[in-house]
DNA sequence: TTGAAAGCGCTAACAA
DNA sequence: TTGTTAGCGCTTTCAA
């Protein structure tokens, strides 16, 4: 296992060089030298050393992601997304778990500084703008999922909250809905302010009165969903229908629910986001917004290796991605 | 930020030497020249460049973890130990995801030869025996979870499927069910193949005849589960209680018989695998068996790293890991 | 088309 | 206690 360029090419009786160009595919090597020294490599069992390319050619192959917490699954999919498009480009992907703690997060931030990566992918709330601009300015390359940062050089993919919100709580305003609460997430969280203005602005629009009374915060997790709904019922307030700023609060309503015996949709309806792979499993099904969670990870991790390789033809780096509705039995009644 | 150790040492009038003296935190070095360096590094902003490190001291600081879906709980709990202990040990983690794809598993693997990675965990099963046993005899680090190496190198950690298998027959047995039907998941995975055989020896130690057409593949994921339980009804026999190989194939369970008002756990009784997180959220709340996921995790990226650093006084690389049954309502009605 | 040799940025053996 | 220097294994000019 410690054979290196020099011993294949000996054993070929050529130079490292010569090897160096048959294992990096070079156009300039005659098809009889190729195959003396694909042999040597073969025979020999060669495998060339990575970290010893990755000094010399200034590159490590290597994108970090950061993530809240890599067991929720909204996180799980886009990281799928990136995996693959990485791994079909020859990248590989240094999971950063952050839990939710901001020294964590800036803590893997160094990773970019010490070029263990190329590029880092944040999905998470706690960096502010005005790091990833630093960062940004000093030649490193971060792409973000969930946010948008006013850079020309940061690739930004987000879905538009305000409008899905919006048509969340339409949809429970023309079942019938009145009295809608609203189970926010993380506060400092853009996805949970922007939810909360589509959740604004729609009752707005529809001259329905505003109650903050109503606006309950989740943690984006069961439990936290599961007290809050809890929370709202302890305030002895009207109200006929839950939007759960995600699936996972969504999950702890209807445990709630269940112990309590309120029927949904029957008593409350209730919508979530993310259409979480469970989400149509439960009882009754749970009406959600698909994030096409995928398709953003690959979708990201495709722009950010286009720019580590300068193909900056294609100049588009933000995009807003169409988020979808799901209707099922959770909210599908007209009271 | 193209500064370099050179810089460092010639602003703060010391050798390169004693400036990686400090960064490596020696002990032969005066407070005075500390001071000096570490105000040189401060002031400069310098940031060691992790690739060299790499290549001079022959170590990556890196694990790689093959599994075969990041977006199954089981496998992301995982996943999460072992990134925290890395974390805490300077070591990170590359996440290989084989989508239950042979040839990807193979690749990863890889990232040993061309030292990318330090070690490799395992926690998936289409890698024979033989391959990891060569790769270890050949100097590489492997640890599995999962599966039992017969190597004295290999840090083993997995859990008794056996035992705990013929607890939740048992526990069903005991609730009136003479008929229980099995859901299956990879047919090559040694945890459905165990998970069988405690269901079988259950049966036997009770004078129960053990039928085969009670035994469906599920594939260990909700739509398995789903579909193996309608299949399951087509074939018209009688079964009044599911074991059920994880929670996901549950989950598939508990749809089905929404869907055809089969109530759990009256008319039917079902027992899950994994505690995943949403298992006590469930209506009714899932029995399954809890399997301490994140600790398994963290344990093998311990012993792993400790392998790695030749703190080899600790000799226990097997780790047979207690599971626990959990009953809940899906399960607790004696018929 | 091939080879010689410099050097990526760091660590560590050895010398002082 | 500090400094000098030889590599780690590869890529890539430059020359042949």
Do not use: W
Request: negative net charge; charged residues 25%.
């Amino acid at each position: 296992m410690d054979i290196k360029i020099k011993d294949v090419a000996k054993t070929a009786g050529v130079s490292v060089a010569t090897v160096s160009r048959v294992l990096n595919g070079s156009e300039l090597v005659t098809e009889k030298t190729r195959n003396k020294v694909q042999n040597a490599i073969d025979q020999m069992n060669y495998h060339p050393n990575a970290t010893a390319k990755y000094l010399r050619s200034k590159k490590t192959m290597t994108i970090g992601v950061i993530v809240s917490d890599i067991n929720v699954s909204y996180y799980a999919e886009i990281v799928k997304g990136i995996e693959n498009m990485a791994y079909s480009r020859k990248y590989k992907v240094i999971i950063c778990d952050a839990q939710n703690q901001q020294d964590k997060e800036v803590a893997y931030l160094e990773l970019l500084l010490n070029r263990t990566v190329d590029a880092m992918i944040l999905i998470t709330h706690m960096v502010s703008d005005e790091v990833i601009n630093e960062f940004v300015d000093n030649g490193y390359h971060i792409g973000v999922i969930g946010r948008f940062i006013d850079s020309p050089k940061v690739p930004c993919i987000f879905t538009d909250n305000v409008k899905f919100s919006k048509q969340v709580v339409e949809h429970l305003i023309e079942r019938g809905h009145r009295n809608i609460a609203f189970l926010s997430g993380y506060p400092d969280a853009l996805d949970s302010s922007e939810r909360l203005e589509g959740y604004i602005k729609a009752l707005q629009e529809h001259q329905l009165e505003y109650k903050p009374e109503l606006i309950e915060n989740g943690d984006f997790n069961e439990e936290g969903g599961y007290k809050a709904f809890k929370r709202l019922l302890d305030k002895n307030i009207t109200f006929s229908a839950i939007y759960s700023a995600n699936d996972e609060m969504a999950l702890g309503v209807y445990r709630a629910c269940a112990e309590l015996g309120i029927q949904i949709p029957n008593n409350i309806a209730i919508v979530g986001v993310d259409n979480n792979r469970i989400s149509k499993y439960l009882n009754p099904r749970l009406s959600t917004v698909n994030q096409p969670k995928y398709t953003m990870g690959a979708l990201i991790a495709e722009k950010i290796i286009d720019q580590l390789n300068e193909d900056e033809f294609d100049l588009q780096r933000v995009f807003k991605i169409d988020s979808e509705l799901i209707i099922r039995e959770s909210s599908d009644f007209k009271i």
